[in-house]
């Protein structure tokens, strides 16, 4: 029964696109998945369990954060920058090859916080590795990684949420520093690998006023008279106590349901050539994190949680500019996180809500709307 309701959404997604002429929607859309805790680090799940989990959801794409200062934490309390960088590789090609055994590829965020060697502080920590990371030291860093992976790994985000100042500070400077890291990042990746993809962005969706930057906001001034280069934009489009229909929220906010704002905005900055693709068009979207609140004060229920999550994905799959839509977190953390986006239990026991995406990207696969992993 599941499996015709997913077959019936996935049509009924595929009558909806024609109906609206939108013939150029984003076919062999990847589905993604993060989970560093059962992924990467094997933390509190069985590792190969969650691949064949992620199988079930329709999975293709992996995204794995890559720390700057725990792949190099043999010297992240140095204050001056070694000559040459120890990084402790397992953790990243242990995945990788888990990944492809199950013909999952996977993708890097490749982000702070910066050893205390290349940070504005020249402290360890995490309020410390994210103030003013040293862009020349960033590119090195980016550049490692890449040539590591070179042939492995065939896609990189530079830096992880710039716009919020957890993860990049200060927050009103952000938008330089990041520029500086994008530019070098950037040519870090394609000096070790030219053919691996090089994503601008991975933005926070919403302004927190006097803490953090709307992503439109962000973008227009990291990019103004730059002229960047880019092989898509990647963005999380979280809207997590509404339907991902919703407008709601300042007008600089990009959430699900106002993609659109940031679609107009790529295609703003091809034409001023301030960020464009290698062949100078506007840039693809890649969604790499997205879900809703299985506990907590922002729960809304089990019932709305299925559909809020399956309608979002549906609204990607709408998305012409749209390349991939992934889910932020697999497996539910052990008792008093805070975070909790997951589908499926401790024990592995899934949830609606994977049911109701298993059975939805299942469809979607049969009709040709999302991408098929490799057998």
């Known amino acids: 029964m599941k499996f015709r309701q997913g077959v019936a959404a996935a049509l009924a997604v595929a009558t909806s696109l024609g109906a609206a002429g939108s013939a150029h929607a984003a076919r062999g859309m990847e589905v993604g998945l993060q989970d560093d805790a059962v992924f990467l680090y094997q933390s509190y799940y069985n590792r190969d369990l969650g691949l064949q989990q992620a199988k079930q959801l329709g999975v293709t794409r992996l995204r794995v954060n890559v720390l700057w200062n725990r792949i190099a934490s043999a010297q992240n309390t140095q204050r001056t920058a070694p000559a040459q960088v120890i990084y402790n590789w397992a953790p990243y090609d242990s995945i ?13 965020t490749v982000a702070g916080p910066a050893p205390a060697w290349a940070n504005g502080k020249h402290r360890a920590g995490l309020h410390a590795g994210v103030y003013k990371p040293n862009a020349r030291l960033y590119g090195r860093f980016v550049h490692d990684v890449a040539a590591h992976f070179k042939g492995r790994v065939d896609r990189y985000s530079i830096w992880n949420e710039p716009n919020w100042p957890g993860w990049l500070a200060p927050y009103k400077s952000a938008p330089r520093i990041y520029a500086n890291l994008y530019r070098a990042g950037y040519i870090g990746v394609k000096s070790a690998d030219p053919n691996a993809k090089v994503l601008f962005g991975e933005l926070a969706p919403q302004e927190r006023r006097g803490k953090s930057l709307a992503p439109l906001t962000f973008i227009r001034r990291a990019t103004a008279h730059r002229h960047f280069k880019a092989d898509g934009l990647a963005h999380h489009p979280y809207a997590f106590s ?37 062949h100078g068009g506007s840039l693809p979207l890649y969604l790499t994190e997205y879900g809703y609140f299985a506990k907590g004060p922002r729960w809304l229920g089990n019932k709305r949680r299925a559909a809020y999550l399956r309608k979002g994905f549906q609204i990607a799959l709408h998305n012409p500019s749209v390349r991939e839509m992934t889910q932020y977190t697999l497996v539910a953390p052990p008792h008093g996180a805070v975070w909790d986006t997951s589908l499926v239990s401790s024990t592995g026991a899934p949830s609606s809500a994977f049911r109701s995406l298993s059975s939805w990207t299942l469809g979607a696969v049969r009709v040709g709307g999302i991408a098929r992993a490799p057998r």
């Open 96 to 108: 990788v090859d888990a990944a492809a055994f199950y013909g999952i590829k996977v993708q890097f």
């Open 242 to 278: 509404v339907s991902p229909t919703s407008r709601k929220g300042g007008p600089g906010d990009v959430t699900m349901g106002t993609l659109g704002r940031l679609t107009h905005l790529l295609h703003v900055l091809a034409h001023k050539r301030w960020l464009r693709t290698p």
